[in-house]
Structures are given as C-alpha cells and as structure tokens.
C-alpha cells in the first residue's frame, strides 16, 4: 500500500496514457471557504483563488487532451448563503467572464454557461451570452461552467420543454430526451472529481454522470493542482469500467 502511495505521489504526464483520457470530466470545485479560514483570510478569498485555480486547470486539461471540463460554480442550492457571500460570487462571475473572455478566445477555447437563466441578473445575463457567442466557434477546448444549476431543475425543465414541443412523439427515448439536457450534444461525463473530502454529488449532472468513475480527494479547491489531476487521470485509467458486462 505504501508502495502504491509513494508510486501516486511521483505521477506525471508521462504516467498517463494521453490517447486513452476521459473525454469529459466534471469538477466539484468544493472547499473554497474552508481553505480561507485554515489561512486565517476572509471566506471571500477562497472563491478568488478557485478561479485561479480553475484557469490553471483548463490548462491542465488542454495539456492532457482532455476535450471537456465541465466545472461546478454556483448550484441552485447555493442561493441559500448569505446575501453577502451571493453577491461577491455574483460579482465574481461578472469581473471573470469581463477580464477572460479575450484570452478564452485567443486560446480557442468554447465556453458554454450551463444552468437555469431564470434568476440570473441581466448584467451577468449579457456577459454570459457574450461569452458564448464569443467562443461559439472555438473548437481547441469545452469549458462549461455550470451556473445556477442544479440537476433537478435541469431534468424538470427539460420535461417542461418537451411538453410544449408541438410535434413530438408520442413515446420518447434517451436520444430524445437528451436533446432537451442544458448539455445537449456533449458526451457524457467520464470522470467527476470532488474535493474537500465531501463525498456526494449535491445535484451535480446526476443524469450525464450515469456511468462516470468518482474520484474524491481532500485537498480544498483552492490548493488542487495539475498534479492532482493527473492523479485523478490515473486513478481513472487505472479502473475496471464494465458497463454491465462480465
Ligand atoms: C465551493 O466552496 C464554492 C461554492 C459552492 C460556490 P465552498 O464555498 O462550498 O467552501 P466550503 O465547502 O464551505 O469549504
Ligand atoms: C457544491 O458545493 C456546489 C459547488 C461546488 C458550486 P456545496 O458546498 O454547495 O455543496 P454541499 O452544500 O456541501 O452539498
Ligand atoms: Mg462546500
């Protein structure tokens, strides 16, 4: 067991076989008020370097080939915090689409806002249609950030839209139903990291992490670096996926 530790510590790109990567992994960006206060910093501080953190994880993921990354901002749930703590992230969202957009788009990256707009306020509205608009045609790299979502919401308003399609057919299928998802046309999710040591999903792409392997670290958000993913990468090409069959 030690030996496998101390094997896992020393990883690097070359211990991954880059043709064989999950296509599309999700993060569960979990820890950012945790990691501020182990700092003595204010909870706020927490939430600024999780954005560092996850643009130096885009990085990490085009290094990798990784096509997707679909990384958990805000969930439906998350409304709850204080009114305060709802704001600065509010704010957050807006200076980050404002001041990255021109990067994103030198880097060809496709940005794609994955969650209920309802909700949303119109000034975060517009720098988000601008951002995907922006990057419609990027094809390097799939960031979705995935924004007021919540699992749930995405699953009923896919119902609800469905029920207003005036020429559908009287039984639908998955390959129907998906085409009413918020990531309609994007391949499943392979791989969904959670860190901060929490293990669960908390509404989080419940539907297109079907068949995805789960790789949970303690390390806070802020802290998680490329060698960590690289980790995770491992761990994954390192699994038995079975899909059902013997
Ligand atoms: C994740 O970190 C960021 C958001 C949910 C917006 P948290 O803010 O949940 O930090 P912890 O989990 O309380 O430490
Ligand atoms: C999940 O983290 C949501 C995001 C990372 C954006 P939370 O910290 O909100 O989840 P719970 O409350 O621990 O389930
Ligand atoms: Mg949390």
């Known amino acids: 067991m030690f030996k496998d530790l101390f094997k896992a510590k020393k990883l690097t790109e070359s211990d991954l076989d880059l043709t064989a990567v999950p296509r599309h992994i999700a993060i569960i960006m979990d820890g950012n008020r945790r990691w501020a206060r182990k700092r003595r910093l204010p909870r706020n501080a927490g939430h600024q370097k999780g954005v560092k ?55 060809n990256v496709r940005v794609r806002i994955i969650g209920r707009r309802e909700g949303i306020d119109t000034n975060l509205l517009r720098l988000m249609e601008d ?29 609800n839209k469905i029920l207003v399609e005036k020429n559908r057919p009287r039984e639908i299928d998955e390959e129907y139903f998906e085409k009413f998802l918020y990531t309609s046309g994007l391949p ?3 791989l969904v990291i959670r860190t901060s040591g929490e293990q ?28 960590d993913l690289i980790r995770a990468v491992w761990e994954f090409q390192n699994r038995d996926r079975r899909f059902g069959r013997i």
Do not use: H
């Open 188 to 190: 499943d999710v392979e």
């Open 53 to 107: 953190t996850l643009k130096q994880i885009c990085y990490a993921c085009k290094d990798l080939k990784i096509q997707y990354l679909s990384a958990y901002a805000f969930s439906t749930e998350n409304w709850q915090r204080p009114v305060n703590e709802v704001n600065f992230l509010m704010d957050l969202f807006k200076k980050t689409f404002r001041e990255e957009l021109e990067e994103l788009v030198e880097e």
């Open 131 to 159: 951002l995907e608009r922006k990057t419609v045609t990027n094809d390097g790299f799939n960031l979705n950030i995935c924004l007021n979502y919540g699992s749930r919401a995405e699953i009923i308003d896919a119902v």
């Open 200 to 227: 669960r999903l908390s509404n989080f792409l419940l539907y297109q992490s079907a068949y995805a392997e789960f790789v949970f670290t303690p390390i806070y958000w802020p802290e998680f670096s490329k060698k």
